[in-house]
């Protein structure tokens, strides 16, 4: 019988809306689900290959102290007496949780009652402090509460869309296929992309500023100040709603003098600048959405607020089309928040710091304590643990040692802790290697509870298979380790439905004190209602009344009711480049990746768009530093350094380097970028500079580089650097080194044990410094093998299409060690995903007459599926047309 599940997809916070479908025979297919809010039927290419990244292999399955495989029972009581041994000897504050926005809503607050309400420490953060905690301390200090005050639907009314700081059509393709469509429907509509890089946002962009790297404030001050000047206030609005504007207009007046200054500060044509002011006062309808651009920086607070001001001065706020909009990065960043999963907050939208609040939320938990002040920050956090003052650890769904800056501090601090637990759903990644216990953790498919997404809309996980081994969900791994440490009440949840109802339940604090945040009205759910809860935007307040949307009377959730305009100067980045180090290392997603890859590289065809650490920089910073592009670079910081292949797309400004955040020590040697990124926090969110690394680039000296493509996953060779990208039917492992030593056959009997009768088809020329071997057993092919001096290696496509092959025809076997067939063209680089299309085949077919998207689609089937790869090929048809 087949089966089809609703469920929510678990990458970013745009929460698209997911159709599992499972057949009799067990497999499963992936689709947009038509009836979601946030998606409306559409998924990118992460989301489409969700069904490729699930199976047994790679997961953790079983319990895991001290190297021995253990049962649940000796499991939950070892991590509950070591955790209680360090609590009665040290003190509560030498203990912490870290956790993530890959939890479920349920899952989070547990772990934020345990700890605040039990345990008596608010040492609990949350991966999410990464990307979104500028925007809470902006929310905050702005509306008196964190709420996003914008919804998707507000895009479909809107004007004028400005995106700051975000490549939404890599980091939320689906909401830039819908922000697409609009345009075409409505092409009045227009498009403002702030970002120093161009990238496939900014390419379909109306007007680009390509502002210098940290001066964010500096342009939506220059903006305050003049549509006050120019008189594009909304003085009633003002007037009635909002507190602060004289303060906020003098300090930005400072320096913001007018366009020329605030040009000049930003590095941008004075002519930009101006059509953009123009642009934002001629037009009511605005949405403001930022993303990780303005977040990621030791000024982030202040760049919310920037432009929270802008919008609060034109009174473009609370009602449909306008307002600013944090776009968030993970898929329960928003529930996090909500059940208070960040070291500064409590429960439902309460602060840490009001005695009021705290007294509210021990009373409704009945909990034996309460923690009255804020716990370590992230960053804080590690470096607490590394110099002792935390002696226990549980991280939860992350990998702090790839993620966090300073990444080796982190490692380092992981290695001296002496209590290191580790919940996650996979075998093996950097930070488990430090794991004195390992506990499996459901999947994905696996788990059950409820997300929130940018624009507040709560949907259903649902689960639709059974989990491997012995692996459990969160919230029931928490609680067993709460009763455990003796607090029997309080943790005897019989299931994600009870935990949703008690968080639905303490929202009434939340309305008790002011705020926005409202579940009431989706209390008291049986299972069963639980279960077909339907995707429900809050507030949801107990009465039947439709509620108002965040902010449309005019009221906000401060004690007086008002708005506040916050006063913020323009600062740069703490770290300005020097002689040592002249760069911007600036860091950010791609395309096909989420986070450490611990999911996404699971399916293969995301791994084919780019499938090694690239560092993209200006050709003549490459120059400077004598690389090539195509050649191996170290990026190097005071803090760290990171190995990439260079790249000059001609994207990236002078006096910049973009690294991706992705790869770790799973996937590639001596590539981890948070180990390069300096720890700066902003003073007040504690969010992590990552845009901002002063840096440079070096020349890595290599004597021989190669690839492997291989059926089995190879051991790579005791190489300077290496980087694997695993796929279905072929891995791929490149690798670059130095010395006599090199890859060879010998090399690659022990890296691939158990081809012994194997075919070999071999050259060796060792003069040149070249060999290349394929192996085939019974005419189909096994391995493939190309080392040589120089950087004239074969490309790789043609010959990994050969794996899928259940035999060589000899006009392939032939061509096996040039690497390409005769009179054939090499497809290039993989474009679209979905279908495995590359460049140089989509050249092709522009050449031949191509002259559009769809033109593109219909004779290549590339860009009709996600259509994640859309602005791509975009790019690729102006280029043809500009020869």
């Known amino acids: 019988m087949t089966t089809v599940t609703r469920t929510t997809c678990p990458y970013?916070?745009?929460?698209?809306?997911?159709?599992?479908?499972?057949?009799?025979?067990?497999?499963?297919?992936?689709?947009?689900?038509?009836?979601?809010?946030?998606?409306?039927?559409?998924?990118?290419?992460?989301?489409?290959?969700?069904?490729?990244?699930?199976?047994?292999?790679?997961?953790?399955?079983?319990?895991?102290?001290?190297?021995?495989?253990?049962?649940?029972?000796?499991?939950?009581?070892?991590?509950?007496?070591?955790?209680?041994?360090?609590?009665?000897?040290?003190?509560?504050?030498?203990?912490?949780?870290?956790?993530?926005?890959?939890?479920?809503?349920?899952?989070?607050?547990?772990?934020?009652?345990?700890?605040?309400?039990?345990?008596?420490?608010?040492?609990?953060?949350?991966?999410?402090?990464?990307?979104?905690?500028?925007?809470?301390?902006?929310?905050?200090?702005?509306?008196?509460?964190?709420?996003?005050?914008?919804?998707?639907?507000?895009?479909?009314?809107?004007?004028?869309?400005?995106?700051?700081?975000?490549?939404?059509?890599?980091?939320h393709p689906v909401l830039m296929q819908r922000v697409q469509a609009l345009r075409e429907q409505r092409p009045g509509m227009r498009l403002v992309v702030i970002d120093p890089r161009r990238t496939a946002t900014t390419e379909a962009a109306d007007l680009h500023l390509p502002l210098r790297s940290g001066s964010d404030v500096m342009l939506f001050n220059g903006l305050l100040v003049w549509l006050a000047e120019q008189g594009h206030s909304d003085a009633a609005y003002v007037a009635a709603h909002t507190s602060g504007v004289d303060e906020a207009l003098q300090v930005a007046r400072a320096a913001s003098t007018d366009i020329a200054a605030t040009s000049q500060v930003c590095g941008l044509d004075a002519t930009l600048v101006e059509q953009f002011f123009a642009m934002f006062?001629?037009?009511?309808?605005?949405?403001?959405?930022?993303?990780?651009?303005?977040?990621?920086?030791?000024?982030?607070?202040?760049?919310?607020?920037?432009?929270?001001?802008?919008?609060?001065?034109?009174?473009?706020?609370?009602?449909?089309?306008?307002?600013?909009?944090?776009?968030?990065?993970?898929?329960?960043?928003?529930?996090?928040?909500?059940?208070?999963?960040?070291?500064?907050?409590l429960a439902a939208h309460l602060s840490l710091d009001d005695a009021g609040h705290r007294d509210a939320v021990q009373q409704f938990w009945q909990s034996p304590v309460m923690a009255n002040r804020p716990g370590y920050k992230a960053v804080e956090l590690f470096e607490a643990i590394d110099t002792g003052k935390i002696k226990a650890v549980w991280i939860m769904a992350?990998?702090?040692?790839?993620?966090?800056?300073?990444?080796?501090?982190?490692?380092?601090?992981?290695?001296?802790?002496?209590?290191?637990?580790?919940?996650?759903?996979?075998?093996?990644?950097?930070?488990?290697?430090?794991?004195?216990?390992?506990?499996?953790?459901?999947?994905?498919?696996?788990?059950?509870?409820?997300?929130?997404?940018?624009?507040r809309h709560i949907s259903r996980q649902r689960a639709f298979l059974a989990a491997p081994g012995l692996a459990q969900p969160d919230w029931w791994i928490v609680c067993q380790v709460a009763q455990r440490l003796g607090f029997t009440t309080g943790f005897d949840f019989d299931g994600p439905a009870a935990i949703f109802d008690e968080l639905a339940r303490i929202t009434a604090l939340s309305r008790r004190f002011g705020m926005c945040l409202d579940l009431q009205g989706v209390s008291g759910l049986s299972a069963q209602q639980y279960d077909a809860l339907a995707v429900s935007q809050w507030p949801l307040p107990a009465s039947t009344t439709a509620p108002e949307r965040p902010f449309a009377s005019g009221q906000f959730s401060t004690p007086d009711g008002r708005a506040r305009f916050v006063p913020v100067a323009a600062r740069g980045p703490r770290h300005a480049p020097t002689a040592e180090y002249p760069l911007i290392l600036n860091t950010g997603r791609i395309r096909d990746q989420w986070h450490t890859m611990t999911r996404t590289a699971r399916a293969a065809a995301l791994n084919a768009h780019e499938p090694e650490p690239y560092a993209d920089a200006n050709s003549s910073d490459l120059a400077a530093a004598g690389v090539a592009p195509g050649e191996l670079l170290r990026v190097v910081t005071r803090w760290g350094a990171a190995l990439a292949r260079a790249r000059a797309s001609g994207d990236v400004p002078a006096g910049m380097i973009f690294l991706p955040i992705h790869w770790s020590e799973q996937f590639a040697r001596e590539s981890r970028v948070g180990a390069a990124v300096n720890p700066v926090v902003d003073p007040v969110s504690g969010e992590p500079e990552f845009k901002h690394t002063p840096a440079r680039i070096e020349a890595v000296v290599v004597e021989w580089q190669g690839f492997l493509l291989s059926r089995q996953r190879a051991t790579p060779p005791d190489a300077l650097w290496w980087a694997h990208s695993p796929g279905d039917s072929v891995h791929r492992l490149e690798f670059a080194g130095r010395g006599t030593v090199r890859p060879?056959?010998?090399?690659?009997?022990?890296?691939?044990?158990?081809?012994?009768?194997?075919?070999?088809?071999?050259?060796?020329?060792?003069?040149?410094?070249?060999?290349?071997?394929?192996?085939?057993?019974?005419?189909?092919?096994?391995?493939?093998?190309?080392?040589?001096?120089r950087r004239t290696l074969p490309g790789r496509?043609?010959?990994?299409s050969l794996f899928a092959q259940p035999l060589l025809d000899a006009a392939d076997r032939r061509c096996l060690l040039l690497g390409r067939r005769l009179g054939g063209i090499d497809p290039g680089s993989t474009v679209c995903a979905c279908f495995g299309v590359g460049a140089n085949t989509i050249r092709a077919a522009i050449a031949g007459g191509c002259a559009s998207v769809d033109a593109v689609g219909r004779k290549l089937k590339a860009g009709t599926n996600c259509g994640s790869c859309r602005p791509e090929i975009t790019k690729l048809i102006a280029a043809g047309r500009s020869r």
């Open 797 to 800: 496509t043609w010959l990994a």
């Open 281 to 345: 006062a001629a037009t009511d309808r605005v949405v403001t959405m930022f993303s990780q651009g303005v977040n990621q920086s030791s000024v982030g607070a202040d760049k919310v607020n920037s432009i929270i001001n802008c919008h609060l001065l034109t009174g473009r706020i609370g009602r449909a089309g306008t307002g600013p909009f944090s776009i968030t990065g993970q898929p329960n960043a928003m529930g996090g928040r909500e059940v208070g999963g960040l070291s500064t907050q």
């Open 398 to 455: 992350t990998n702090p040692v790839v993620s966090l800056p300073d990444a080796d501090v982190v490692r380092r601090a992981l290695a001296r802790c002496p209590l290191v637990i580790v919940s996650d759903c996979v075998a093996a990644n950097d930070t488990l290697a430090f794991a004195h216990i390992k506990l499996p953790a459901s999947g994905w498919a696996e788990k059950d509870g409820t997300v929130t997404n940018s624009d």
């Open 12 to 171: 970013c916070g745009v929460g698209c809306g997911v159709l599992a479908q499972r057949d009799a025979d067990g497999r499963i297919e992936v689709r947009g689900d038509p009836e979601h809010p946030a998606s409306r039927g559409r998924l990118c290419s992460k989301g489409s290959a969700l069904a490729a990244t699930l199976g047994a292999n790679g997961r953790l399955l079983q319990p895991e102290v001290d190297g021995a495989k253990v049962d649940w029972e000796a499991a939950l009581s070892t991590v509950a007496g070591r955790l209680r041994g360090c609590i009665d000897e040290h003190g509560p504050g030498s203990v912490a949780l870290y956790v993530s926005g890959q939890l479920l809503t349920e899952d989070y607050y547990v772990a934020n009652k345990l700890m605040k309400g039990y345990i008596g420490t608010a040492n609990i953060d949350t991966n999410s402090r990464l990307c979104m905690s500028s925007a809470v301390t902006g929310h905050v200090r702005a509306f008196g509460e964190d709420v996003v005050p914008v919804e998707y639907a507000d895009l479909d009314q809107a004007d004028l869309l400005v995106l700051v700081g975000s490549n939404l059509a890599w980091c």
């Open 744 to 789: 060879d056959a010998a090399w690659l009997k022990v890296a691939l044990p158990g081809l012994a009768r194997a075919d070999w088809i071999e050259f060796d020329d060792g003069a040149a410094g070249t060999y290349r071997a394929a192996l085939l057993v019974d005419g189909r092919l096994e391995a493939c093998l190309m080392v040589g001096a």
